[in-house]
């Protein structure tokens, strides 16, 4: 075991395990795994040796392929396993697909330390660095403070979530913990774990009964744990292994000293436009994403929103124009059904990173673009009960601010997302005017 994962879910399997699965050394480095939330995927997994089927989706067909890199599946409170990993110098890399969420982190970055379960966390490690945690960070934490008492040399962690140049977002909020924690340990971190920045890109639905009956007519295997995704998939990585890796190169994977244009590409694009759907299309009634791009209207709003964002992107033109148009057949692709209940998922998380960097330029640029603008919209929309149901880490704080009136509940939700954007009176109108439309009948 030379790979450590946190978030063992379709969307790792369907990109980093099966990148590792396609490497040339890929049955040199395999993978332990630890879930996010449910027990039930790991005991599905262990009961069949970590295999599982990859259903890659194609609007002409299906392809099924049996992945082979995860060798060990754990529950996410099995944290004995997971320190005991760290602590093994044979463990080179911990990857992670937490969600924005799971990073717990304020709105500047840094590690939300007045959260209530970073508290616990925090007093925990204290008292027992080996007791049971309940965040990501106070996990990896754990680890590797095991990983330092066992004098093992350190390792390299490459978170793979949506985040803004993730690297050096999950260093900080890690070393913030570990400060609180031990300023050793902190100081050990800084000078022993790499961290890797990367763009991750594949669009994984969740699996349906259809799907798993389907994986078993044509494959004879009864497999409980199946995963479907789409041919395209795309992996930017960037900054110093300090221990070793996979030849991720070989299926494909781009290793560059700036993600950054990559990954605002993709976070704009792609999830911003997710996100965009999610809310005004389930406001139309829409229930998948390939359904919203069979609407007109939601089409004409997609393209106002990839005008407004592309105008900011530092790629080529013709790269730019290439991404949208791959997209266009992606989203379209009917055989896929990615849910936009399932996108809508934790807005206050991810709108400050898909969308608002656009909506702050177009402002900058001295444009109130309704492309630039529809998102947060539909979002407010959205929390005052249009559309998809609200599933949001914050929901306690964002759902009573969009309650009442529209012209205040507007005001109150720019002020959760960012106070400057709700101090501009020009750019709440435009909101309100497109909140109004879309809420009408």
């Keep these: 075991m030379r790979h450590v994962h946190l978030g063992l879910g379709n969307f790792f399997r369907a990109h980093q395990a099966w990148y590792t699965d396609h490497a ?17 995927l790991a005991a599905a997994l262990a009961a069949q040796d970590g295999l599982f089927t990859l259903v890659t989706r194609a609007a002409d067909g299906d392809r099924f392929e049996v992945v082979h890199s ?15 990993y760290l602590a093994d110098p044979q463990v080179r890399i911990v990857t992670t697909t937490v969600t924005e969420a799971g990073y717990v982190r304020r709105a500047d970055g840094g590690l939300d330390v007045d959260r209530p379960e970073i508290v616990s966390d925090v007093a925990t490690l204290r008292a027992d660095p080996t007791a049971l945690v309940r965040t990501a960070p106070a996990k990896l934490v754990a680890g590797l ?17 949506n985040l803004p140049e993730n690297g050096a977002a999950v260093a900080r909020v890690l070393g913030e913990l570990a400060e609180l924690v031990d300023p050793g340990l902190a100081a050990w971190i800084g000078e022993n774990v790499g961290f890797v920045t990367t763009m991750v890109d594949r669009i994984t639905p969740e ?16 497999d409980r744990a199946p995963v479907v995704t789409e041919p395209f998939t795309e992996w930017v990585l960037s900054g110093q292994f300090v221990a070793g890796r996979p030849r991720w ?9 700036d993600v950054v244009p990559f990954e605002e590409r993709k976070l704009w694009l792609l999830n911003g436009a997710h996100s965009m759907l999610a809310y005004a299309g389930s406001l139309r009634g829409h229930v998948t994403v390939a359904d919203a791009m069979r609407d007109a209207t939601c089409r004409a709003w997609l393209e106002e929103w990839w ?17 949208r148009a791959a997209l266009t057949e992606r989203f379209a692709n009917p055989r896929m059904r990615h849910r936009l209940d399932q996108i809508a998922f934790d807005g206050s998380q991810k709108l400050p990173i898909r969308t608002l960097p656009t909506l702050r330029r177009e402002l900058a640029a001295g444009r109130i673009s309704p492309g630039a603008t529809r998102p947060v919209a539909a979002w407010v929309c959205h929390l005052r009960g249009h559309g998809a149901a609200v599933t949001d880490a914050r929901a306690a704080e964002v759902l009573p601010l969009a309650a009442g009136p529209l012209p205040g509940a507007v005001r109150r939700v720019l002020e959760v997302l960012d106070p400057e954007l709700a101090g501009n009176d020009a750019l709440v109108a435009a909101v309100l005017e497109q909140a109004h439309e879309l809420e009408s009948p």
Excluded: K, M, N
Excluded at 70 to 81: F, G, I, K, P, V
Excluded at 214 to 220: I, M
Excluded at 309 to 321: F, G, M, Q, Y
């Design 207 to 222: 699996p349906t009964a259809e799907d798993f009956a389907t994986v078993q007519a044509q494959t004879g295997v009864h």
């Design 145 to 161: 403070a095991a990983r330092r008492r066992a004098e093992v040399g350190g390792l390299t962690i490459v978170p793979c979530d």
């Design 249 to 257: 190169e070989d299926t494909g994977a781009t290793f560059t000293d």
């Design 307 to 323: 005008d407004a964002a592309s105008s900011h992107l530092t790629l080529p033109p013709t790269d730019i124009a290439a991404y």
């Design 24 to 40: 040339a050394d890929g049955a040199e480095w395999g993978i332990a795994a630890f879930t996010g939330r449910s027990p039930d």
């Design 70 to 84: 995860l060798s060990r599946a754990h529950a996410a409170d099995d944290q004995a396993a997971l320190v005991r």
